[in-house]
């Protein structure tokens, strides 16, 4: 799970073979996340207390699913999703990036190159006539 969910750009929960509770954890988690997608202020606490666990908790499961801390996999979806709507044309980096919930454009180009291995502008280059 953890390499599929590190290398896939999209997460489908119900093509990776865990067990239900572990399918059923990562579908709600994401849900939360992607219900609060575009706003920067949601963050771990907000993320824990919707998901109804401790912060040590939803570390511990978090970790073991995906080998990210849970700053991290919240990053990490937004960052995905921002690849998404890239091939889809939505609109320019700049709106993207408050679209994914990053109030700073630089740091989202940081942390975009992070995970893709090319800012946004490169990857607008190479991708976006695949949407």
Do not use: W
Not at 23 to 35: G, N, P
Not at 82 to 107: C, D, H, M, R, W
């Amino acid at each position: 799970l953890r390499e599929r969910f590190t290398r896939d750009l999209k997460l489908e929960p119900k093509d990776i073979a865990v067990t239900s509770m572990d399918e059923k954890f990562i579908t709600r988690a994401m849900e939360i996340i992607e219900k609060n997608i575009s706003n920067s202020e949601f963050e771990v606490r907000q993320f824990q207390t919707e998901m109804f666990m401790s912060r040590m908790q939803l570390f511990r499961k978090i970790k073991a699913l995906t080998n990210q801390t849970p700053g991290e996999f919240i990053r990490t979806i937004r960052l995905k999703r921002a690849a998404n709507l890239i091939k889809q044309n939505f609109g320019n980096i700049a709106q993207i990036t408050y679209e994914v919930g990053f109030n700073n454009p630089s740091y989202f180009a940081k942390c975009f190159k992070d995970l893709f291995g090319e800012l946004p502008s490169e990857y607008i280059k190479t991708h976006q006539s695949e949407g």
